[in-house]
């Protein structure tokens, strides 16, 4: 019975707070969340980032062996994602693969590994979380754009945070309380907001092609965990770290997916991937509390 009630504590304030921004979201739909948007990414990322990573007692060789882990998973999904858009007949390829490979180890991950596992889980979700969010800056705008542009790495924010923290970690050096006490503050508001905001944009991104976003989302929801389960088996993992991995390759499809694409990419392409991210989130809401079920199980 006690895993049960912990399931629930896991994932009532994550599904709760997404809740709230869809009930804001649907009482007016002209709400901006710019402003979350820009926040998140210029300020709250990067000292999410920092926090997780440099305040959690993780090692850094248990942030560099993880991040390397979920690479592995990254190339494992981008084969069965192209498989995937292959099968169902996919004109463009190349710029409809983000949303299979670039999962929501953010907005969702991150809380959850949180609730699950406390200040070490949340160290090693945000290992995985990095590597995504360098992605999304770099894979991710490639593929949506399909050149490379070297400008946006240097514009941003968490990438400079990515690098701050490794160092930090890799020379043991201790950050000052008040920086502590200024990135914690910082990152469980961005939690929050982020979270809120995906309910937000859940009541506006639209459902395109149903057959193609189910068979696109089944994809992302079954091939991760199998992928996660299989990465944890072949390196012989145990513990909370194996259960992060585990809950981070199961998220759905990240919404800045969506932002970037509609930068970077025809409208048609758009629809597809945000038709995606909509089946794959609702998904995940019964997916995600059989994976944490089993993670809360076998890893702790």
């Known amino acids: 019975m006690g895993?049960?009630?912990?399931?629930?504590?896991?994932?009532?304030?994550?599904?709760?707070?997404?809740?709230?921004?869809?009930?804001?979201?649907?009482?007016?739909?002209?709400?901006?969340?710019?402003?979350i948007t820009s926040f998140a990414a210029n300020i709250g990322t990067p000292a999410m980032i920092i926090y997780a990573v440099t305040s959690t007692g993780i090692t850094f060789d248990i942030f560099a062996n993880y991040f390397w882990y979920y690479l592995i998973a990254i190339f494992l999904f981008s084969i069965f994602g192209i498989l995937t858009l292959y099968f169902l007949k996919t004109k463009d390829i190349i710029r409809e693969l983000p949303p299979l490979i670039l999962?929501?180890?953010?907005?969702?991950?991150?809380?959850?590994?949180?609730?699950?596992?406390?200040?070490?889980?949340?160290?090693?979700?945000?290992?995985?979380?990095?590597?995504?969010?360098?992605?999304?800056?770099?894979?991710?705008?490639?593929?949506?754009?399909?050149?490379?542009?070297?400008?946006?790495?240097?514009?941003?924010?968490?990438?400079?945070?990515?690098?701050?923290?490794?160092?930090?970690?890799?020379y043991e050096l201790e950050l000052p309380k008040f920086i502590i006490n200024t990135t914690e503050w910082l990152m469980y508001a961005t939690i929050f907001l982020i979270l809120m905001?995906?309910?937000?944009?859940?009541?506006?991104?639209?459902?395109?092609?149903?057959?193609?976003?189910i068979f696109s989302s089944l994809t992302r929801m079954i091939i991760g965990p199998i992928i996660g389960f299989s990465l944890i088996t072949f390196f012989n993992l145990t513990g909370y770290a194996a259960g992060v991995l585990l809950i981070q390759c199961s998220m759905p499809s990240a919404v800045l997916n969506y932002l970037v694409a509609s930068i970077y990419s025809p409208k048609k392409i758009v629809d597809s991937i945000a038709s995606t991210i909509v089946v794959s989130t609702l998904m995940s809401f019964i997916t995600i509390p059989i994976v944490v079920f089993v993670s809360l199980k076998y890893f702790s």
């Open 3 to 35: 895993i049960y009630i912990k399931l629930f504590e896991v994932l009532f304030p994550v599904f709760f707070v997404i809740g709230i921004g869809y009930f804001l979201g649907r009482k007016n739909s002209k709400i901006d969340t710019s402003f």
């Open 197 to 213: 905001s995906l309910g937000i944009a859940l009541t506006r991104l639209k459902v395109f092609s149903i057959n193609k976003a």
């Open 103 to 170: 999962p929501n180890t953010g907005n969702m991950g991150l809380p959850i590994c949180l609730f699950a596992y406390g200040s070490q889980g949340l160290g090693v979700s945000a290992a995985i979380s990095s590597l995504i969010i360098l992605f999304h800056f770099t894979l991710g705008v490639f593929l949506a754009d399909r050149k490379f542009n070297f400008k946006i790495i240097t514009k941003n924010p968490p990438f400079y945070a990515i690098i701050i923290s490794a160092l930090i970690l890799f």
